[in-house]
């Protein structure tokens, strides 16, 4: 068994190394790849790698390759966890749109409609490779921002790829520590799509326990967590996703943009700078505990997991990101929802969702038409699709901003866009 994970000198590959450490012996892993084009921070993160696994006993090998063709071959699954542009580049997805009286911020709104412009070309080339180089059996398993927009264009193209995101199992591992119980015990009714679902259901061995969450003092702490006033939660019934404070608080969040300080860009460089320094020491051999402020908590363990599913066919309860097919009544069965599934070698199996009630639905469509035009607009470099993408989403809709706000994402971008500037 070969697993790969393409981004392998990200700040988050320990914690990902220490959930394939123990699960070892289950996958039959003997060879875990790291691949990333930066050879120093390579050498810096599969240093800490190989010392985890030891830790661990694990006796397969580590490889690290900035050679991706080597690094896929003959892979099982894949996964990608990328961020083109670095840090540099999520700094302008979230203070560019303020200038235009906007929302900034890297996975939604105009700040991740340019994170996808950047992303889905560079994910669908790796995908192209993995099918080649690894066989059509080969598992993506994609954790890359805007993870919705990119696993459409992944499943789109026909590969065969699952998205995964950290919000549901956070919720999870939430819940279960304020119930005292082991997460696999919590069943969660999460649905919708990436960065944009609900949770209408807590179910623990069975029991609803949601009616009971939201009131009292567990409403408070859960509207304090998402970032929403208490009656709203009370309202609709349901925890939003944190993600949905864009869209019911914007003012409010435009306003606490806008005041001084570092932006969280800024804040997560220093926090990867100081993991860096922190991976080089050669005694470290565990995830350090600042890694948890890096965000992204469980995202690891949630890929971890996964793939153990898709490869050995435990058939494990998980929240994944896939094609709708019907799952979702109101959308269309190629958009790609995040919903509840049983997974096996098989593939994914969604669980029955309820349909959505009207004030959901009708955000969910939008934010799926958006989602549809911005996997065009990214293949094809069509600016009239990126326009059509650009008011069609919730945050910008206003045409006389569209224009000139997509003409500064662009230019600003335009090394990373070859689509939109193909003469360079």
Not at 125 to 137: H, K, Q, S, T
Not at 168 to 196: C, D, M, S, T, Y
Not at 219 to 248: D, K, N, Q, W
Request: glycine share 10%.
């Amino acid at each position: 068994m070969r697993i790969t994970v393409v981004g392998g000198g990200s700040t988050y590959t320990p914690e990902l190394v220490e959930g394939f450490a123990r699960r070892a012996g289950v996958l039959g892993l003997r060879e875990l790849v790291l691949y990333d084009p930066d050879r120093e921070r390579l050498e810096i993160v599969g240093g800490l790698a190989g010392r985890i696994l030891d830790r661990a006993g694990f006796t397969g090998r580590v490889v690290t390759s900035t050679d991706l063709d080597e690094s896929v071959r003959g892979a099982a699954a894949v996964l990608i966890q990328l961020r083109i542009g670095g840090q540099a580049a999520r700094l302008t997805d979230e203070t560019i749109p303020n200038k235009f009286g906007l929302i900034g911020q890297e996975t939604t709104g105009p700040g991740g409609f340019a994170k996808a412009l950047r992303t889905v070309p560079v994910v669908l080339g790796i995908a192209e490779r993995v099918r080649r180089l690894a066989g059509p059996g080969a598992w993506i398993l994609d954790f890359t921002n805007p993870v919705g927009i990119v696993t459409r264009a992944l499943q789109h193209a026909g590969y065969r790829a699952v998205g995964l995101c950290n919000v549901a199992i956070g919720f999870q591992r939430r819940l279960a520590g304020q119930f005292g119980v082991e997460p696999e015990r919590v069943r969660l009714g999460h649905a919708g799509l990436n960065h944009l679902s609900w949770i209408r259901s807590v179910r623990l061995d069975g029991q609803e326990r949601l009616p009971s969450l939201l009131e009292g003092e567990s409403l408070t702490s859960l509207a304090a967590e998402v970032g929403m006033p208490a009656p709203l939660l009370a309202t609709l019934r349901a925890i939003p996703s944190y993600y949905l404070h864009y869209f019911y608080c914007t003012d409010e969040e435009f306003r606490s943009q806008q005041a001084p300080g570092p932006h969280r860009a800024e804040e997560v460089l220093a926090i990867e700078t100081e993991l860096l320094r922190m991976y080089r020491d050669p005694t470290l051999d565990h995830k350090p505990e600042l890694l948890e402020r890096r965000g992204g908590a469980y995202y690891s363990e949630a890929a971890a997991a996964l793939a153990t599913s898709l490869l050995t066919g435990d058939g494990a309860h998980h929240y994944v990101d896939i094609r709708n097919d019907g799952v979702i009544t109101g959308l269309p069965d190629d958009a790609v929802v995040e919903v509840p599934a049983l997974v096996d070698t098989a593939g994914v199996h969604p669980v029955e969702v309820p349909p959505l009630p009207p004030e959901m639905l009708g955000l969910v469509q939008a934010v799926t038409s958006y989602e549809t035009l911005a996997v065009e607009a990214a293949v094809t470099g069509d600016r009239k699709v990126a326009l059509r993408a650009m008011i069609s989403h919730p945050l910008v809709r206003q045409w006389e901003l569209a224009e000139p706000l997509l003409d500064e994402l662009l230019t600003v971008n335009r090394q990373y866009l070859p689509a939109f500037f193909p003469n360079g």
